[in-house]
């Protein structure tokens, strides 16, 4: 079992980041491959980032690759999205997740966090 909280959303101008965290509890949290999903009001949730438990592979969204960064510390339990050169169409709340497979699906994810709402103003 893992359990997983997100934290470090907020209100942004275009143009400007953020660093989102998830931290993990539960004993096999390092067995685990983490991502990051959002979901915009109206849209299906999407998968943006994600990263194997050693973190030496990641893979991106076409549409963050160059601006977003996925990274984990397994000595804190926590897994890290920094986000730069944000836009409106970024916003929407962001979902940290933990999957036994090197996944981007959704249906792959076993656990989910409880999200942290993201605002990019224009």
């Known amino acids: 079992q893992v359990q997983l909280v997100e934290s470090g959303g907020g209100l942004v101008q275009a143009g400007g980041s953020l660093r989102l965290s998830c931290a993990a509890s539960g004993r096999t949290y390092t067995r685990y491959l983490m991502g990051w999903f959002r979901q915009a009001p109206g849209k299906e949730r999407e998968f943006v980032a994600g990263i194997s438990w050693s973190g030496s592979r990641t893979i991106y969204a076409d549409f963050v690759k160059g601006r977003f960064t996925i990274s984990r510390d397994n000595a804190k339990n926590t897994v890290y999205l920094q986000m730069n050169s944000l836009t409106p169409e970024d916003t929407a709340v962001y979902y940290c997740?933990?999957?036994?497979?090197?996944?981007?699906?959704?249906?792959?994810?076993?656990?989910w966090g409880q999200g942290t709402q993201v605002t990019v103003s224009s």
């Open positions: 997740a933990a999957s036994a497979m090197y996944s981007s699906r959704l249906r792959d994810y076993d656990y």
